[in-house]
C-alpha cells in the first residue's frame, strides 16, 4: 500500500471515528460529559493549527495563544454589540487570521530567522496579554462591550441560528458545531497537505533553499501557512468563548502557549491527529489532576513533557503508527517476502498517514 | 545572437575576499561549457551568483539580454536556470518521486506532472527507487535524483556543480552519458575537478583561479599549458 493510499484511509477512519463521536456520544454522555468533550474538542482545534503551521510548515510559533485569544475577543465584542453572532463567527476568523498575516509578512518577508519567530511571536502574545489586562475601567469599551481588564468578559451570547438572534444553540448544540469545525478543519488540512500547495509548504520546511531554487517563493508558501493557523486558532477562540459565555486575558498568556506546544509534542509533530489526541489526553489529566490535592497539575504537566521529549521523541500517533506498521510487516512477511526497493521505501518521520 | 548567459564585469566580495574579480562569461544556447579551477578559485560562488543566491558587488548577470543580477532567491529558478549544488540538495524526509514531482508541478498540471516524473526518473535510472526516501540514498544515486530534480523542471540553462564527485568509475562513466544526453536539449555549465570527466564531456572549458577567469579553450589544450598545470596541478613549468 503506498504512503498516499494509507494517508486517505487514515484520514477516512479519523473521519468515522469523528461521525460516530458526533452522533453517539450525545446519547450516552450527561450533559456535564457532553460539556468536557465540547471544550477538549475546541482546544483540539487550537492544538491542530499549531500542529499544521509547526509540524508541516517547520514554524515554531510561541505565540498560537495570540490568536486563539484574538478571536475569541473578536467575537465577544463584535456578538455583543451586533446581536447576531453571524457577522460576529466570520470576524473571529478574518480578524486573527489578518493579524497573523501581518507579523508574518515582517517575519517572512524580512528574512528574519526562526529563533526570531519565536521571540516575535511570544512578545505579541505577551504584549496582547498586559494590553487587556489594563483595560479595566468603563472607560475602556468598544461600542456596548466592555473590555472588563483582568475580569474578562462575561456573558457573551451564544452562537445563534444564522439571522435569528434569538435561536440561541443549546449545548448539544454547540457540541455539534464544535465537533463538526473539527472535522472540517482536519479534512481541510488534509486535502491541502496533499495539494501542490502542501506539498511545497512541506518541501520548504525540509530544505527552503532547494524551494526557492526551484523556483517556489518559500515567503508566500510560508506565509499563507502561518495565517491559515491563525485563522484556526481563530476559530477555537470563538468557539471557546461560546463554551464558557466568558473570555479572559489568561488565554494570552505565557502558560495557555506553553500548553499547545506540550499538546502538539505530546500528540505527534507532523500529524493532524497527534495534537488531538494529545490535546484530549492532557487535557483530561488536568481535570484529573485538578480533583486531588497531593500533585500540583503543572508539575505533572512538565514532568510529561520530560518524559516525552526523552523517551517517545516522535510522540504517541507516529508512535503507534510505527509500531502498527511494524506488526502488520511482521505479520506479512511469512507469505511474502520484502524486495529490497521495497525495504528502502522507509517513511520520513514527519508527514505521515495521519 | 544573444547569448543564453552573460556575465560582464562581475565581482562580489564578501568583506576583504574578493571571491569573483571582473568575470566575463559567455554560454550560447544548448552549449556544454565545463568550468575548473582550484579549491576557492570561487566556482561555487559563482554558480551562487548566477542563481541569485548572492549578490554581485559590482557588475551584471544578463539570462537571453534580460539583467537579472538583483533577482530574488526564487526568480532565476522561475526564469528557466536549475541548478544541482555541490552538496545534493534534496527533501531528504520525502520520497524520489516527491523530489522529482515539486520540480515538475510548478509549472505543469497534476498529470503532467506525474508523466515528466516518470519520464525524468527513467532517464536518470531511477524509477526503481521511485517510492525510497531521498535522504536514504547513496551518495551517487542522490547526486542522480537531484539531476532529475533540475532536469523536471526543464530549463534552458543547467548548471552542475561536481555531479560526478564520490562516484564510483562506472558511475562517473554514467553521470557522463547522462550529461551529454542531457545537453542535446539543454545548455550546461559543469564544474568538476576530475580531468577524465572533462575529457568525456567538454568540448570547452573555462579556467578560474582566485576569482578570475583566466583562460578559455578546448580540454587538452587546457591541458597542455603549463600555466594550467603549475596553478592546477602543482607542476613548474618547464
Partial sequence: ?354 | MTPLIETRNLNVRFGGVHATRDVNFTLAEAELRCVIGPNGAGKSTFFKLLTGQVKPTSGQILFRGKDISNMQPHEPGRLGIGIKTQVPSLFNGLSVWENVWLSARRTNSTEQADRITRETLERVGMLALRDATAGLLAHGMRQWVEIGVVIAADPPLILLDEPAAGMSDAEVARTAELILEINRRHALVVVEHDMNFIRMIAKKVTVLHQGAVIMEDSPDRIMRDPLIQQIYLGKKPH
Fill in chain 1, 1 to 354: 500500500m503506498n504512503r498516499f493510499a494509507k494517508s486517505w484511509m487514515s484520514a477516512a477512519l479519523c473521519l468515522a471515528i469523528g461521525t460516530a463521536m458526533l452522533f453517539g456520544l450525545p446519547s450516552v454522555m450527561d450533559d456535564y460529559t457532553l460539556i468536557q468533550v465540547t471544550i477538549y474538542a475546541v482546544m483540539s482545534i487550537l492544538g491542530v493549527s499549531l500542529g499544521f503551521i509547526w509540524g508541516f510548515g517547520g514554524i515554531l510559533c510561541f505565540g498560537q495563544a495570540a490568536f486563539f485569544g484574538l478571536g475569541s475577543y473578536t467575537y465577544a465584542i463584535a456578538v455583543m454589540n451586533m446581536g447576531d453572532s453571524t457577522v460576529p463567527f466570520v470576524l473571529a476568523i478574518l480578524v486573527p487570521a489578518l493579524f497573523a498575516a501581518v507579523i508574518g509578512y515582517v517575519i517572512f518577508y524580512g528574512r528574519l530567522s526562526d529563533v526570531y519567530m519565536g521571540v516575535i511571536t511570544l512578545t505579541v502574545t505577551l504584549i496582547l496579554f498586559n494590553l487587556i489586562n489594563s483595560t479595566a475601567g468603563p472607560e475602556w469599551r468598544i461600542g456596548s462591550a466592555p473590555l472588563g481588564g483582568f475580569n474578562g468578559i462575561p456573558g457573551i451570547p451564544t452562537l445563534n441560528v444564522p439571522g435569528r438572534p434569538d435561536d440561541v444553540l443549546s449545548p448539544k448544540d454547540l457540541f455539534d458545531v464544535t465537533v463538526v469545525c473539527l472535522l472540517v478543519v482536519y479534512l481541510g488540512l488534509r486535502v491541502l497537505i496533499s495539494s501542490k500547495i502542501g506539498r511545497v509548504i512541506i518541501a520548504a520546511k525540509e530544505n527552503e533553499q532547494r524551494v526557492l531554487l526551484l523556483g517556489y517563493d518559500a515567503r508566500a508558501y510560508k506565509l499563507f501557512c502561518f495565517t491559515l493557523g491563525g485563522a484556526i486558532a481563530g476559530l477555537a477562540g470563538c468557539l471557546f468563548a461560546n463554551w464558557g459565555a466568558f473570555t479572559s486575558p489568561t488565554i494570552f498568556g505565557l502558560a495557555q502557549s506553553a500548553q499547545i506546544i506540550i499538546w502538539v509534542i505530546v500528540g505527534g509533530l507532523g500529524t493532524l491527529v497527534g495534537p488531538i489526541v494529545g490535546c484530549a489526553l492532557i487535557q483530561w489529566l488536568t481535570t484529573a489532576i485538578g480533583t486531588q490535592q497531593t500533585f500540583n497539575s503543572n508539575l505533572v504537566l512538565g514532568a510529561i513533557l520530560l518524559l516525552f521529549v526523552l523517551l517517545v521523541p516522535r510522540g504517541i500517533v507516529p508512535s503507534l503508527g510505527s509500531a502498527g506498521e511494524w506488526l502488520f510487516r511482521k505479520l506479512r512477511r511469512p507469505a511474502a517476502a520484502v524486495s529490497p526497493v521495497a525495504s528502502t521505501a522507509v517513511l520520513p518521520p514527519t508527514e505521515q498517514a495521519t
